[in-house]
């Protein structure tokens, strides 16, 4: 069965580079098909696509987003990451985890809080 | 991109049907079936219970159904329960391509 965890710093700075990864087991980060996404929830708020990477590397962003973010992935780690840069409070979230698979995110991480401030 | 429109809240007494709407535009609901739905308890992760429009993930309860017409997908969930009570989410995909969640519903069993 497939599992995903997200694991990274859980307290940042304004300003700041977010960091985190995503180790996927139970399954190949490789498989055909497959794309792995990050998505967002602020504290008491809806859910935020983030971005979404292919196993060879193709990346698709939130546009909104799309200018501070980075999604890549390591396949020998069988891991995908996301970076965000230049932080601040809005940024504060759940961060989730999710394989993306004919257009649907199923299953999902357990989610990391991320917190920013000074 | 703009979040797909749900209602903030619905509620019905337990036996009830409620609707659940998730209203979008040609460019995301109204140019393909891709439309998902999640289910998410209190600090709990989303779950998947409605793919394609109207596709049930095995293991998923046949009281929980959905359609789309024209830019717009609907939840119903039928014979309510209180295990139900919980925060849905619509999802579509884009043209872009990208992907957008909706605003969000708040279902409460009475």
């Known amino acids: 069965q497939l599992h995903l965890q997200e694991s990274g710093p859980g307290l940042l700075k304004p300003s700041e580079t977010l960091s985190l990864t995503c180790t996927v087991s139970g399954g190949s980060i490789s498989s055909s098909n497959h794309y792995w996404g990050w998505i967002r929830q602020p504290p008491g708020k809806g859910l935020e696509w983030i971005g979404n990477i292919y196993s060879i590397g193709n990346t698709y962003y939130n546009p909104s987003l799309k200018s501070r973010v980075t999604i890549s992935v390591d396949t020998s780690r069988n891991q995908f990451s996301l970076e965000l840069r230049s932080v601040t409070a809005p940024d504060t979230a759940l961060y989730y985890c999710?394989?993306?698979?004919?257009?649907?995110?199923?299953?999902w991480g357990q989610g990391t809080l991320v917190t920013v401030s000074s | 991109q703009s979040a797909l429109t749900q209602p903030a809240s619905v509620s019905g007494s337990p036996g009830q049907s409620i609707t659940i709407s998730c209203t979008g535009t040609?460019?995301?609901?109204?140019?393909?079936?891709?439309v998902s739905w999640y289910q998410q308890h209190p600090d709990k992760a989303p779950k998947l219970m409605i793919y394609?429009?109207?596709h049930r993930p095995s293991g998923v309860s046949n009281r929980f159904s959905a359609s789309k017409s024209g830019n717009t997908a609907s939840l119903t969930i039928s014979g309510l329960q209180a295990e139900d009570e919980a925060d849905y989410y619509c999802s579509s995909y884009t043209t872009s391509p990208t992907h957008v969640f909706g605003t969000g519903t708040k279902v409460t069993v009475l």
């Open positions: 999710a394989r993306v698979y004919l257009r649907k995110f199923e299953p």
């Open positions: 040609s460019t995301d609901i109204g140019a393909f079936d891709s």
């Open positions: 394609d429009v109207s």
